[in-house]
């Protein structure tokens, strides 16, 4: 049973940067994905970025049109996913949460940055960025 905990969230000004990571537990860290997605109220859930870890043959990272450029995710060891965040903008206010799937099918959901290919989720953590 994989178990998801998100930290790092926050308040912020424009402009300034925050970093979330996702602690991950139960999942075998190769061929397997781990995304960050957010919901801001009144919206729909939306893929913010995703990682396939690939094991030996290195992993992949796949971002939203919208973070391009300014988001970074990245993992240095087998327990966190970090979601690195620079030049906020009061539009990224949203609840964070990252999700896990395991197995290489993950690959294309991933890519895609689709929410309902994941099974495991943790419960998020708040980032509101302020003009």
């Known amino acids: 049973q994989a178990r998801l905990a998100e930290s790092g969230g926050g308040s912020v000004q424009a402009g300034e940067s925050l970093r979330l990571s996702c602690a991950v537990a139960g999942i075998p860290w190769s061929r397997a994905c781990v995304g960050w997605f957010r919901q801001a109220p009144g919206n729909i859930q939306e893929g913010v970025a995703c990682?396939?870890?690939?094991?030996?043959?290195?992993?992949?990272a796949f971002y939203a049109d919208s973070v391009t450029g300014r988001f970074s995710i990245s993992t240095d060891s087998q327990t966190t996913v970090d979601l690195q965040m620079n030049s906020l903008e009061p539009e990224d206010t949203a609840m964070y949460s990252c999700?896990?799937?395991?197995?290489?099918?993950?690959?294309?959901?991933?890519?895609?940055?689709?929410?309902?290919?994941?099974?495991?989720w943790g419960r998020g953590t708040q980032v509101t960025v302020s003009s």
């Open positions: 999700a896990a799937a395991f197995g290489g099918s993950c690959y294309y959901p991933c890519r895609r940055l689709a929410e309902n290919s994941f099974d495991y």
């Open positions: 990682i396939y870890l690939a094991g030996t043959n290195g992993d992949e």
